[in-house]
């Protein structure tokens, strides 16, 4: 539900350099444009998006794959690693992307040009080096055309440039993304099937008709590689964490910003939570989550099935937002009680757009027995609000 919300107004740059290769937005005899460049339509037609109002069948692979008649989508890999004498390491690697028009007949006939696409890709890659408390991060851009980035099913491959997920076999996925200072090289293997967010898949952001998302996950995935940074190349393994989702939605009017967990426990066991934060303080009531057992039975959360206490802040010596920096999180329905905290407070993306995104650890109890885990937590709006256009 969440990652291009923050970044949808990231468009207006490429939009400039690209916009002469786009179709034009059509005009009425009322003069009123029929195509937003950034605004979701509001209506079902031809010359509009696709949303999301129920459940939907889900196929794989096809699933694995871009859906262009919704206007943004990301794949999203996070994962926590160590060396072999237990150095720590956290990742992101992210694709994402935006459609400039919807879909047309007229569109997809009229390709004058290879480089003529109304699809943008952007990227964002970070690296987590937790001994050295460095934090390495980067961005790139890119149009959908001349085979400069895209995403397809099967085999399922989506890239942007030489970042990219490619199937290796099935159940398993190549993930290769390097900058001038650092590169990541991992091989995933899968050991449950995707797990479907919400209700089979659908996840409801707001109370307004449409104001949703198609979203899995793939957790618990077996990772081994290395990570470079510098000349120094670390062999790790460890645990990736995949987010796929689509939509053509909104955050709701008061909605400033979210914070989302995902958390993989020592158990085999998964939890995802995504809280919408309103300007009131108060909590969405859409806000939801996920518990996910070891052989991957599904248990949906609501908002009112956890309370979430903040312990502690941070405040960010680049942008001056204050992210919360240590949660004591309670679940009574699972007899789950954790407290979690960053593992380096210093994991904030200052890019196109800002945002906190890093590495952490959990520990706690579930049935009196001990329990640990290692995840992700995002957490947008804290340094503006972020009630626009997903």
Same mark, same amino acid.
């Given at each position: 539900?969440?990652?291009? *919300?923050?970044?949808?107004?990231?468009?207006?740059?490429?939009?400039?350099?690209?916009?002469?290769?786009?179709?034009?937005?059509?005009?009425?005899?009322?003069?009123?444009?029929?195509?937003?460049?950034?605004?979701?339509?509001?209506?079902?037609?031809?010359?509009?998006? @696709?949303?999301?109002?129920?459940?939907?069948?889900?196929?794989?692979?096809? $699933?694995?794959?871009?859906?262009?008649?919704?206007?943004?989508?990301?794949?999203?890999?996070?994962?926590?690693?160590? !060396?072999?004498?237990?150095?720590?390491?956290?990742?992101?690697?992210?694709?994402?992307?935006?459609?400039? !028009?919807?879909?047309?007949?007229?569109?997809?006939?009229?390709?004058?040009?290879?480089?003529?696409?109304?699809?943008?890709?952007?990227?964002?890659?970070?690296?987590?080096?937790?001994?050295?408390?460095?934090?390495?991060?980067?961005?790139?851009?890119?149009? +959908? %055309?001349?085979?400069?980035?895209?995403?397809?099913?099967?085999?399922?491959?989506?890239?942007?440039?030489?970042?990219?997920?490619?199937?290796?076999?099935?159940?398993?996925?190549?993930?290769?993304?390097?900058? $001038?200072?650092?590169?990541?090289?991992?091989?995933? &293997?899968?050991?449950?099937?995707?797990?479907?967010? +919400?209700?089979?898949?659908?996840?409801?952001?707001?109370?307004?008709?449409?104001?949703?998302?198609?979203?899995?996950?793939?957790?618990?995935?077996?990772?081994? /590689?290395?990570?470079?940074?510098?000349?120094?190349?670390?062999?790790?393994?460890?645990?990736?964490?995949?987010?796929?989702?689509? *939509?053509?939605? *909104?955050?709701?009017?008061?909605?400033?910003?979210?914070?989302?967990?995902?958390?993989?426990?020592?158990?085999?066991?998964?939890?995802?939570?995504?809280?919408?934060?309103?300007?009131? %303080?108060?909590? @969405?009531?859409?806000?939801?989550?996920?518990?996910?057992?070891? $052989?991957?039975?599904?248990?949906?959360?609501? *908002?009112? $099935?956890?309370?979430?206490?903040?312990?502690? !802040?941070?405040?960010?010596?680049?942008?001056? /937002?204050?992210?919360?920096?240590?949660?004591?999180?309670?679940?009574?329905?699972?007899?789950?009680?954790?407290? /979690?905290?960053?593992?380096?407070?210093? &994991?904030?993306?200052?890019?196109?757009?800002?945002?906190?995104?890093?590495?952490?650890?959990?520990?706690?109890?579930?049935?009196?027995?001990?329990?640990?885990?290692? +995840?992700?937590?995002?957490?947008?709006?804290?340094? &503006? %609000?972020?009630?626009?256009?997903?």
């Amino acid at each position: 539900m969440k990652r291009l *919300s923050i970044l949808a107004f990231l468009l207006i740059v490429l939009a400039g350099l690209i916009f002469t290769l786009l179709p034009q937005p059509q005009v009425t005899a009322t003069g009123k444009a029929t195509v937003s460049w950034l605004q979701p339509e509001s209506s079902e037609s031809e010359n509009t998006f @696709s949303r999301v109002y129920e459940p939907q069948e889900m196929i794989f692979p096809r $699933d694995l794959g871009s859906h262009e008649d919704y206007q943004t989508e990301w794949w999203y890999y996070t994962g926590n690693l160590e !060396t072999a004498s237990g150095r720590p390491f956290g990742f992101q690697l992210t694709i994402f992307r935006r459609a400039l !028009t919807p879909e047309t007949a007229s569109l997809t006939s009229d390709r004058s040009s290879n480089w003529r696409s109304n699809q943008v890709y952007f990227a964002h890659f970070t690296i987590s080096d937790i001994d050295r408390q460095s934090f390495y991060q980067k961005e790139r851009f890119s149009r +959908g %055309g001349m085979g400069l980035a895209g995403a397809q099913a099967s085999p399922y491959q989506v890239w942007l440039e030489d970042w990219s997920a490619t199937e290796l076999a099935p159940g398993q996925v190549q993930l290769v993304a390097k900058t $001038d200072e650092v590169a990541l090289d991992l091989t995933l &293997q899968e050991t449950l099937p995707p797990i479907l967010q +919400g209700d089979r898949g659908y996840s409801v952001k707001g109370q307004e008709p449409g104001n949703a998302s198609i979203y899995y996950s793939i957790i618990q995935q077996q990772t081994k /590689g290395t990570i470079t940074i510098a000349d120094e190349i670390f062999d790790v393994t460890g645990l990736t964490w995949k987010d796929h989702e689509y *939509s053509t939605s *909104s955050l709701s009017p008061g909605t400033v910003g979210w914070d989302w967990f995902s958390l993989q426990f020592d158990r085999g066991t998964a939890l995802m939570l995504y809280v919408l934060r309103k300007e009131d %303080g108060t909590i @969405s009531p859409t806000s939801g989550g996920t518990f996910i057992s070891a $052989d991957g039975t599904v248990q949906p959360l609501t *908002s009112q $099935d956890w309370q979430l206490q903040i312990l502690d !802040t941070w405040k960010s010596p680049t942008s001056q /937002g204050e992210y919360p920096s240590k949660w004591q999180l309670s679940i009574p329905k699972l007899d789950l009680t954790l407290t /979690g905290k960053p593992l380096m407070a210093n &994991q904030e993306l200052n890019l196109s757009t800002t945002y906190w995104e890093g590495a952490v650890e959990f520990q706690g109890r579930q049935q009196e027995k001990p329990v640990q885990a290692k +995840g992700y937590v995002e957490m947008t709006g804290y340094t &503006q %609000g972020l009630d626009t256009v997903l």
